[in-house]
């Protein structure tokens, strides 16, 4: 018989056997239950971080396309008072001059609100064609212009940051 002071693996082996106390075991249970506890808290914080921010972002989302749609629905009003603007001379008659800087006071107030809204015209003015930001009409000849150039803008298009609000209605070039 080997004595477990004089063989160190005996000693080890007999102290992994030794029975725990009633205080060790509930420690350890308790120690384990709280780790879980913890863990658990910490997965539920993160899923909910997770849930906060889609539902910003969702919300974000909607109000953009809600102001989009709005903002798409008077863009025919502006090409209005653009072309009341353009057939109300500037000098003559003083009833008609107080009614064209009265449509200027408007249209002021109105690109004003949009430039606020970071809505900005597409500029066509001697840019290539390019279908995500234009709709063509039709083809000139022009010698004088690039193969799929802008000539005439028909109706002004217009971005909100980076989404498309209307396509610029546009003629293009062609080399015949």
Not at 61 to 85: G, K, M, N
Not at 124 to 140: E, I, K, L, M, Y
Request: a negative charge; aromatic letters at 4%.
């Amino acid at each position: 018989m080997t004595d477990t002071l004089d063989d160190p693996q005996a000693y080890e082996s007999a102290a992994d056997n030794a029975p725990t106390t009633p205080d060790e075991t509930t420690a350890e249970t308790l120690r384990r239950e709280r780790d879980d506890a913890v863990d658990r808290t910490l997965r539920l914080t993160a899923e909910f971080d997770n849930y906060r921010k889609r539902i910003d972002r969702e919300r974000r989302d909607l109000a953009d396309h809600l102001a989009s749609e709005l903002l798409t629905e008077f863009l025919p009003v502006l090409d209005d008072l653009e072309r009341a603007l353009a057939a109300t001379p500037e000098h003559g008659d003083p009833a008609l001059a107080s009614h064209r800087l009265g449509l200027e006071l408007i249209h002021r107030q109105f690109t004003e609100v949009l430039r606020r809204r970071n809505v900005v015209e597409i500029d066509t003015r001697g840019v290539d064609f390019d279908p995500n930001r234009h709709q063509a009409v039709g083809q000139d000849v022009s010698p004088d212009h690039r193969e799929g150039e802008v000539l005439e803008e028909m109706r002004r298009g217009y971005t909100i940051g980076d989404r498309l609000l209307r396509p610029s209605i546009v003629r293009v070039a062609t080399r015949g």
